[in-house]
C-alpha cells in the first residue's frame, strides 16, 4: 500500500458560497445527530451489559427448584440419646482419626401446647461423635440451660427466643398478665449456635450475654457465664477467632446513653486461676454504629493475623422495638429489617493496638453470615465472605415454611436469596494524594476492585471466588477451612454445604485460585457444616479429612457421620446411627 500525504487547504481568507454553507451545517447536524446516536448506540450496549449482568446475577441469586422433597423430620423435636451407642461403619475411619466431632443445634420445638415459631428457637441438642481406632459412638444431650429446665417445670415456653415471644403465665389474673407485658423480657441461655474455645474449655453459645460451660466427654453443663460481668457488652457473637496461642478474640454490642456500639473483645488465653472462665476479657475497640437506635445485625466478623474486619450490614436491629416487643406482641425477629437503601460498610481495626483505621470502605448492600477467610498481603487486606443480595433470609426460616410440602415449600424456596463466596479487597494505606476514580489494588490476582471517591470513601467491588457451576448448586453456606493453618493467611481450599433445599443437600470444596468445585452428594440425604481435620505430619492444606453428619427424613434409612478424603471428596467411610437426629448449626472437631 502507497503512502498518501494529506493537505490542508488554506482557507484564510476565503468565502464559503452559500449553498456550501448549507451543505457544511447539514454535515454538521449530521455528525452531530451521528455522533448523538452513538453515545444513546453506547449508552444502550452499556445497559444492556448491565442487564446481562443482572439477569446472570438473578439468575444465581433466584435459581428455582421444583417438587422439593419435604424435609419436615429434620425439624421436628426428636429424643435425646444420653447412652453411648455404637456405630455401624462401612468403609473405614483413618486410624489417626481419635476426638470428637461435637455439634449443636435445635432439637425440640414446643413445651405443652406452645410451640416456637423459627427454626433458631429450639432447644440446645448437644451432639458427640467419638472416633478412635476406626471405631464411632455417638450420643446426644439436651443442654440443661435455665431456660430449658424452666420450660419443662412449667411446661410450656416461659423464655422469649428470637422468633418465639413467651407468653404471659395463664395461671396469672388479667391485671397481673397485662403488667407483666411491661416487665423487661428475661433473655434465653438456650445457647444453640455454637461450640466455642475460651482459655482451653468448651462453652456453646448464641449471642446473647449467655454462654454455657460443658463437659465434653459427659456433654453436661458446668456453668453458666454472663459477658456482662465481665465487660461492658450486652453478648457476643457464636463465631470468635483465635490466634496460634489461644488468644480469643470475638465481636459484641453495648447499648447506651450515647448509642450502640459494636466492639471488638480479646480473652487472654491463659487462666491465672483454675476456676476462670472469660476472666481477662477486654473491649479493645468500640465502633459507633451509624444509628444509634438502629445498629446492623452481624454474625459473625473477618481476622487477619494483624486486623479484625467488620462488616456494618443493612440488616438493621430497631432497638425500640426490641425493647417494646412485649409490649406490642411481636417477638425480637420482627425488630431486624433488611435495608437496602443503604450500602455495606467495612470498618478495620489493628487487634493489637486496637486503633480503628481511617480507611471508609463501602460496597453495594448485600448480607452476609458467615466470613471464609481474610488475610493481608501487599498493603490490603483481602476477605472472603459467603454474600446474599437479599437480606430477607431471616423470616423465611420460620418452623412452618420449613415443615411446607409441595408447591408451598417449592415457593419457600424460591424466594430465598441465595448464597455465594465474594472477595473484597481494602488497601489500608490510602492518601489524600491517591487519584480519585482510580483502582487502588495492587493485587493482579483478584479481580475486586477498591475505587477512591471525590469524598474520600473507597468503593468496593468483589471478584467471585466461584465458577457458574455453583450456581447449579444452589450457592453456598457454612464455609470451614483448614483454619488452624490457614486463618488469616493466604489459602486456596474452603468447604461448604450446596444449598438446593432449605438446608444443606452436598458437601462442596472450592479452590479459590482454579475456581473449581469438588462436589459430594446422595439424593435424599442432607449433609451438615463440613469440619476439616488435618492428617497427621502433613502440612498440605488440603491433606486431612472432612467431617459432616448426613442426616434423611427417610425412615428406613439411617443418618451417618461421613468421612472425606479432603483431597478428592472420595468417600473413606461412613459411620450408621440408628438415631433420629434433627438439622442443625456448627460444630468442631477435637482431638483427644
Ligand atoms: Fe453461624
Same mark, same amino acid.
Given at each position: 500500500m502507497m503512502a498518501s500525504q494529506v493537505v490542508k487547504p488554506d482557507t484564510r481568507n476565503c468565502k464559503r458560497p452559500r449553498e456550501l454553507e448549507i451543505f457544511l451545517h447539514f454535515v454538521s447536524n449530521l455528525s452531530t445527530i451521528a455522533v448523538g446516536f452513538l453515545s444513546v448506540m453506547v449508552r444502550w450496549i452499556s445497559v444492556l451489559k448491565k442487564y446481562v449482568e443482572s439477569t446472570r446475577q438473578k439468575k444465581a441469586i433466584f435459581s428455582k427448584q421444583e417438587r422439593l422433597p419435604c424435609i419436615a423430620p429434620l425439624v421436628t423435636t426428636v429424643e435425646e440419646t444420653p447412652q453411648i451407642v455404637s456405630a455401624?461403619? $462401612?468403609?473405614?475411619?483413618?486410624?489417626?482419626?481419635?476426638?470428637?466431632?461435637? $455439634?449443636?443445634?435445635?432439637?425440640?420445638?414446643?413445651?405443652?401446647?406452645?410451640?416456637?415459631n423459627h427454626w433458631f428457637d429450639g432447644m440446645a441438642l448437644l451432639h458427640q461423635f467419638r472416633m478412635e481406632k476406626g471405631t464411632v459412638t455417638y450420643r446426644s444431650k439436651f443442654l440443661q440451660s435455665d431456660t430449658y429446665k424452666a420450660n419443662s417445670v412449667h411446661d410450656r415456653i416461659v423464655i422469649s427466643e428470637f422468633g418465639t415471644l413467651a407468653v404471659p403465665d395463664p395461671c396469672k389474673n388479667v391485671f397481673e398478665r397485662f403488667l407483666s407485658k411491661f416487665e423487661l423480657p428475661a433473655i434465653t441461655d438456650n445457647t444453640n449456635v455454637n461450640y466455642v474455645q475460651y482459655k482451653g474449655d468448651y462453652y456453646l453459645s448464641t449471642e446473647t450475654n449467655f454462654m454455657n460451660k460443658v463437659d465434653i466427654k459427659t456433654l453436661e453443663k458446668t456453668e453458666k457465664v454472663d459477658w456482662r460481668k465481665f465487660i461492658a457488652v450486652n453478648g457476643a457473637t457464636a463465631h470468635p477467632h483465635y490466634d496460634a496461642d489461644g488468644t480469643a478474640y470475638n465481636m459484641g454490642n453495648s447499648y447506651g446513653s450515647h448509642g450502640s456500639c459494636y466492639n471488638v473483645i480479646r480473652v487472654p488465653p491463659e487462666k491465672v486461676d483454675l476456676g476462670e472462665t472469660i476472666h481477662g476479657a477486654q473491649v479493645i475497640c468500640s465502633i459507633a454504629s451509624a444509628e444509634g437506635m438502629r445498629p446492623s445485625y452481624y454474625h459473625s466478623f473477618g481476622m487477619t493475623r494483624k486486623y479484625i474486619i467488620f462488616i456494618e450490614q443493612p440488616l438493621k436491629m430497631n432497638l425500640w422495638k426490641v425493647v417494646t416487643s412485649k409490649i406490642r406482641g411481636k417477638s425480637f425477629a420482627d425488630g431486624i429489617s433488611w435495608e437496602p437503601q443503604y450500602n455495606t460498610r467495612f470498618h478495620v481495626v489493628d487487634k493489637h493496638t486496637g486503633q480503628l483505621l481511617p480507611g471508609m470502605y463501602y460496597s453495594k448492600p448485600f448480607v452476609t453470615f458467615h466470613q471464609i477467610n481474610a488475610f493481608e498481603d501487599q498493603g490490603c487486606v483481602v476477605i472472603d465472605l459467603c454474600c446474599q443480595d437479599d437480606g430477607r433470609s431471616l423470616e423465611v426460616y420460620q418452623l412452618q415454611n420449613l415443615r411446607k410440602v409441595g408447591e408451598g415449600l417449592d415457593q419457600v424456596y424460591n424466594s430465598v436469596g441465595r448464597s455465594f463466596p465474594r472477595r473484597f479487597v481494602l488497601p489500608l494505606h490510602v492518601s489524600l494524594n491517591d487519584p480519585e476514580g482510580q483502582n487502588l489494588s495492587p493485587l493482579s490476582y483478584s479481580s475486586a476492585s477498591a475505587v477512591k471517591q471525590a469524598d474520600g470513601k473507597i468503593w468496593c467491588s468483589y471478584e467471585n471466588l466461584h465458577p457458574e457451576g455453583l450456581e447449579d448448586e444452589g450457592g453456598i453456606e457454612f464455609p470451614q477451612i483448614n483454619y488452624g493453618q490457614f486463618s488469616g493467611r493466604k489459602y486456596r481450599f474452603f468447604y461448604g454445604c450446596g444449598f438446593r433445599h432449605l438446608v444443606g443437600d452436598s458437601l462442596i470444596k472450592v479452590d479459590v485460585v482454579n475456581k473449581t468445585l469438588t462436589i459430594w452428594r446422595e439424593d435424599g440425604f442432607y449433609p451438615s457444616e463440613p469440619v476439616f481435620v488435618p492428617a497427621p505430619g502433613t502440612s498440605e492444606e488440603d491433606g486431612g479429612v472432612i467431617l459432616s453428619v448426613v442426616i434423611t427424613p427417610k425412615q428406613n434409612e439411617n443418618n451417618f457421620l461421613l468421612v472425606l478424603d479432603a483431597k478428592n471428596f472420595e468417600e473413606l467411610g461412613r459411620a450408621e446411627v440408628p438415631v433420629q437426629m434433627p438439622y442443625g448449626f456448627h460444630g468442631t472437631f477435637v482431638t483427644i
Amino acid at each position: 500500500m502507497m503512502a498518501s500525504q494529506v493537505v490542508k487547504p488554506d482557507t484564510r481568507n476565503c468565502k464559503r458560497p452559500r449553498e456550501l454553507e448549507i451543505f457544511l451545517h447539514f454535515v454538521s447536524n449530521l455528525s452531530t445527530i451521528a455522533v448523538g446516536f452513538l453515545s444513546v448506540m453506547v449508552r444502550w450496549i452499556s445497559v444492556l451489559k448491565k442487564y446481562v449482568e443482572s439477569t446472570r446475577q438473578k439468575k444465581a441469586i433466584f435459581s428455582k427448584q421444583e417438587r422439593l422433597p419435604c424435609i419436615a423430620p429434620l425439624v421436628t423435636t426428636v429424643e435425646e440419646t444420653p447412652q453411648i451407642v455404637s456405630a455401624c461403619v $462401612r468403609g473405614h475411619f483413618p486410624q489417626w482419626l481419635r476426638g470428637y466431632l461435637l $455439634r449443636v443445634g435445635p432439637g425440640k420445638f414446643e413445651f405443652g401446647k406452645d410451640k416456637y415459631n423459627h427454626w433458631f428457637d429450639g432447644m440446645a441438642l448437644l451432639h458427640q461423635f467419638r472416633m478412635e481406632k476406626g471405631t464411632v459412638t455417638y450420643r446426644s444431650k439436651f443442654l440443661q440451660s435455665d431456660t430449658y429446665k424452666a420450660n419443662s417445670v412449667h411446661d410450656r415456653i416461659v423464655i422469649s427466643e428470637f422468633g418465639t415471644l413467651a407468653v404471659p403465665d395463664p395461671c396469672k389474673n388479667v391485671f397481673e398478665r397485662f403488667l407483666s407485658k411491661f416487665e423487661l423480657p428475661a433473655i434465653t441461655d438456650n445457647t444453640n449456635v455454637n461450640y466455642v474455645q475460651y482459655k482451653g474449655d468448651y462453652y456453646l453459645s448464641t449471642e446473647t450475654n449467655f454462654m454455657n460451660k460443658v463437659d465434653i466427654k459427659t456433654l453436661e453443663k458446668t456453668e453458666k457465664v454472663d459477658w456482662r460481668k465481665f465487660i461492658a457488652v450486652n453478648g457476643a457473637t457464636a463465631h470468635p477467632h483465635y490466634d496460634a496461642d489461644g488468644t480469643a478474640y470475638n465481636m459484641g454490642n453495648s447499648y447506651g446513653s450515647h448509642g450502640s456500639c459494636y466492639n471488638v473483645i480479646r480473652v487472654p488465653p491463659e487462666k491465672v486461676d483454675l476456676g476462670e472462665t472469660i476472666h481477662g476479657a477486654q473491649v479493645i475497640c468500640s465502633i459507633a454504629s451509624a444509628e444509634g437506635m438502629r445498629p446492623s445485625y452481624y454474625h459473625s466478623f473477618g481476622m487477619t493475623r494483624k486486623y479484625i474486619i467488620f462488616i456494618e450490614q443493612p440488616l438493621k436491629m430497631n432497638l425500640w422495638k426490641v425493647v417494646t416487643s412485649k409490649i406490642r406482641g411481636k417477638s425480637f425477629a420482627d425488630g431486624i429489617s433488611w435495608e437496602p437503601q443503604y450500602n455495606t460498610r467495612f470498618h478495620v481495626v489493628d487487634k493489637h493496638t486496637g486503633q480503628l483505621l481511617p480507611g471508609m470502605y463501602y460496597s453495594k448492600p448485600f448480607v452476609t453470615f458467615h466470613q471464609i477467610n481474610a488475610f493481608e498481603d501487599q498493603g490490603c487486606v483481602v476477605i472472603d465472605l459467603c454474600c446474599q443480595d437479599d437480606g430477607r433470609s431471616l423470616e423465611v426460616y420460620q418452623l412452618q415454611n420449613l415443615r411446607k410440602v409441595g408447591e408451598g415449600l417449592d415457593q419457600v424456596y424460591n424466594s430465598v436469596g441465595r448464597s455465594f463466596p465474594r472477595r473484597f479487597v481494602l488497601p489500608l494505606h490510602v492518601s489524600l494524594n491517591d487519584p480519585e476514580g482510580q483502582n487502588l489494588s495492587p493485587l493482579s490476582y483478584s479481580s475486586a476492585s477498591a475505587v477512591k471517591q471525590a469524598d474520600g470513601k473507597i468503593w468496593c467491588s468483589y471478584e467471585n471466588l466461584h465458577p457458574e457451576g455453583l450456581e447449579d448448586e444452589g450457592g453456598i453456606e457454612f464455609p470451614q477451612i483448614n483454619y488452624g493453618q490457614f486463618s488469616g493467611r493466604k489459602y486456596r481450599f474452603f468447604y461448604g454445604c450446596g444449598f438446593r433445599h432449605l438446608v444443606g443437600d452436598s458437601l462442596i470444596k472450592v479452590d479459590v485460585v482454579n475456581k473449581t468445585l469438588t462436589i459430594w452428594r446422595e439424593d435424599g440425604f442432607y449433609p451438615s457444616e463440613p469440619v476439616f481435620v488435618p492428617a497427621p505430619g502433613t502440612s498440605e492444606e488440603d491433606g486431612g479429612v472432612i467431617l459432616s453428619v448426613v442426616i434423611t427424613p427417610k425412615q428406613n434409612e439411617n443418618n451417618f457421620l461421613l468421612v472425606l478424603d479432603a483431597k478428592n471428596f472420595e468417600e473413606l467411610g461412613r459411620a450408621e446411627v440408628p438415631v433420629q437426629m434433627p438439622y442443625g448449626f456448627h460444630g468442631t472437631f477435637v482431638t483427644i
